[in-house]
Nanobody, 118 residues
């Protein structure tokens, strides 16, 4: 299993970023995918998930601002983030599977840093 996140960076409050996760080593089309994040000195927090059939779920903290999507032909999952605030600052992880697997290091990538600051 390989998960490689990209797209993080430094952005001002109110800005946008799109994260991407390239995957390999498993059957992507039958697998739910999740984004999670970890702010400094905090536990890993679930952000959003998309099932293999395309049903999407969002944490209340990001609902209306973030959009998860998947490209089964390219085996990628995306997280479009708008209206970013400093509270969104975290390392963002792509997770193979549902929300509970966010705490399994073998099920997530190395992460990409998102920093929201003026």
């Amino acid at each position: 299993v390989r998960l490689v996140e990209s797209g993080g960076g430094l952005v001002q409050p109110g800005g946008s970023l799109q994260l991407s996760c390239a995957t390999s080593g498993f059957t992507f089309t039958t697998t739910s995918m999740t984004w999670a994040r970890q702010a400094p000195e905090k536990e890993i927090e679930w952000v959003s998930s998309v099932t293999n059939s395309g049903t999407k779920y969002y944490a209340d903290s990001v609902k209306g601002r973030f959009t998860i999507s998947r490209d089964d032909s390219d085996k990628r999952v995306y997280l479009q983030m708008h209206d970013l605030t400093p509270d969104d600052t975290a390392v963002y992880f792509c997770v193979k599977g549902g929300p509970l697997l966010r705490n399994d290091p073998a099920s997530r990538g190395q992460g990409t840093q998102v920093t929201v600051t003026s």
